[in-house]
């Protein structure tokens, strides 16, 4: 079901926002939140924070994460947001980091299992299946996991995290792939879920290293002034650390040290 939200009305906008932006967006952790008929959230928050200060409208909808990427891919989508940078969406828009963010492994797993360290020792434990959300993109070592997985017949996609998350607790032996922040918001937010929270493991994957995540801007859609607007509007955001301030005040510090960092810090 489509789920449509805005900023309070406003009156005329600025010439520089001339037009409702349009946001489509799926549920990722924090960064975004579906709730009923509500889309929250620390980028949403962000945004309607920009656009009651500078007159702008912005319209999110609800959509899964895999036509999201076909909306922005076809210049019917002006922004994605909560994103991790990749080559694919380099070519359809312009990209502004907010945070570093980094992909794990995350297990539901009770076992005295030896962590894994690579996609290539995950590869190899022939008794583990992948889940994955269709759609997430955490560069060219994941491709290549759930490519080798899928032809060994042991992968599996769903279309949102708290699926995924289901899926693993029927499961306990299957893993997935994602930032931990989003997995763990997903588990928590389920009431069928939350008792798992103790269960889960978060395990770095030294072939899937930090990188950033934050907003794409549609080279397509977006005409050139609303398109420097929110390009410096967004910069400047990620330079106060606005989004890593969010993500602060909604997730155990214990959990961000393996998932999200402010911009500038390494590894």
């Known amino acids: 079901m489509a789920i449509s939200t805005c900023l309070a009305a406003v009156p005329a906008a600025h010439a520089h926002c001339n037009r409702p932006v349009?946001?489509?967006?799926?549920?990722?952790?924090?960064?975004?939140l579906i709730k009923g008929n509500s889309i929250i959230g620390i980028y949403p928050d962000m945004l309607r924070a920009l656009g009651a200060k500078e007159k702008c409208r912005f319209v999110f909808t609800e959509v899964p994460r895999a036509r999201l990427e076909k909306l922005f891919e076809t210049g019917k989508a002006d922004?994605?947001?909560?994103s991790t940078r990749s080559v694919r969406r380099d070519e359809f828009g312009i990209f502004i980091p907010m945070v570093r963010s980094r992909a794990t492994?995350?297990?539901l797993d009770d076992a005295e299992r030896t962590p894994f360290k690579t996609t290539q020792e995950l590869l190899g434990s022939k008794d583990t299946r992948l889940v994955v959300v269709r759609g997430y993109d955490y560069g060219s070592a994941y491709f290549a996991l759930i490519e080798a997985m899928g032809?060994?017949?042991?992968l599996l996609m769903e279309s949102d995290?708290?699926?995924?998350?289901?899926?693993?607790?029927?499961h306990p032996g299957n893993v997935t792939i994602m930032v931990p922040t989003i997995f763990y918001t997903a588990v928590q937010e389920d009431p069928r879920l939350v008792?798992?929270?103790?269960?889960l493991r978060v395990e770095p994957l030294d072939d899937i290293p930090w990188?950033?995540?934050g907003v794409y801007l549609s080279k397509s859609s977006l005409e050139p002034a609303l398109f420097q607007f929110l390009q410096t509007s967004l910069l400047r955001a990620g330079q106060s650390a606005t989004v890593h301030k969010g993500f602060l005040a909604h997730y155990p510090t214990a959990l961000l040290k393996d998932?999200?960092?402010?911009?500038?810090k390494g590894p």
């Open 211 to 213: 990188g950033e995540s």
């Open 79 to 82: 922004m994605i947001v909560a």
């Open 259 to 264: 998932s999200i960092k402010p911009l500038g």
């Open 151 to 154: 032809k060994d017949n042991r």
């Open 161 to 170: 995290p708290s699926a995924v998350a289901r899926l693993m607790k029927a």
């Open 195 to 199: 008792d798992q929270l103790d269960r």
């Open 105 to 107: 492994l995350i297990a």
């Open 22 to 32: 349009q946001v489509p967006v799926s549920a990722t952790g924090h960064s975004v």
